[in-house]
T-cell receptor, first 113, second 115 residues
């Protein structure tokens, strides 16, 4: 069966510090991968998606970047965090080509102080 | 994607059926109805989807009206673990691997299961 892992589960970082969040998927090949952010009391905002190694598309301009160094690994990064980067970060995967559901990881709660 | 309207909150007694409504009066012919839920501090969880026929899986049933302008998610025997925010989403699924299957969640219905 497929599983998706995210770490760390929680993170408190000062403004201006770097960020690296990692997501890995097991049990499937060539998944579509997504990074979402959920601010407190708000809906999900898609940040990045990837349909293959090295292929990253950004939905909104922001202080973050994403990379996909391996087929089932997706990394979210920042060189300098802002207070507005605080939120609940979720990684998700899906299989393209007509499959309709996405599967989400447990999330990382980031607080920028 | 078509807009959906859901009640902001609902209560249901434990062991009873929870019926969550969703209005999507502007749905187009090729748009599917999806349901996800999000338990507090966890990632969203896919529940079920359908086009026009009623669907059932191990988690829930989805009833779509004949005109497809509304649907109801049914949790047949609600438990305390079903307390969550439930999201109804209407969209066209991508049929290629070259695009983005972005999900846009509204505010959903906060379902509270009462012991």
């Amino acid at each position: 069966s497929q599983t998706i892992h995210q770490w760390p589960a929680t993170l408190v970082q000062p403004v201006g510090s770097p960020l690296s969040l990692e997501c890995t998927v097991e049990g499937t090949s060539n998944p579509n991968l997504y990074w979402y952010r959920q601010a407190a009391g708000r809906g999900l905002q898609l940040l990045f998606y990837s349909v293959g190694i090295g292929q990253i598309s950004s939905e909104v301009p922001q202080n973050l970047s994403a990379s996909r160094p391996q087929d089932r690994q997706f990394i979210l990064s920042s060189k300098k965090l802002l207070l507005s980067d605080s939120g609940f970060y979720l990684c998700a995967w899906s299989v393209g080509g007509g499959v309709y559901e996405q599967y989400f990881g447990p999330g990382t709660r980031l607080t920028v102080t | 994607d078509a807009k959906t309207t859901q009640p902001p909150s609902m209560d249901c007694a434990e062991g009873r059926a929870a019926n969550l409504p969703c209005n999507h009066s502007t749905i187009s012919g090729n748009e599917y109805v999806y349901w996800y839920r999000q338990i507090h501090s966890q990632g969203p969880q896919y529940i079920i989807h359908g086009l026009k026929n009623n669907e059932t899986n191990e988690m829930a049933s989805l009833i779509i009206t004949e005109d497809r302008k509304s649907s109801t998610l049914i949790l047949p025997h609600a438990t305390l673990r079903d307390t969550a925010v439930y999201y109804c989403i209407v969209r066209v699924p991508l049929l290629s691997n070259f695009g983005n299957e972005k999900l846009t969640f509204g505010t959903g219905t906060r379902l509270t299961i009462i012991p």
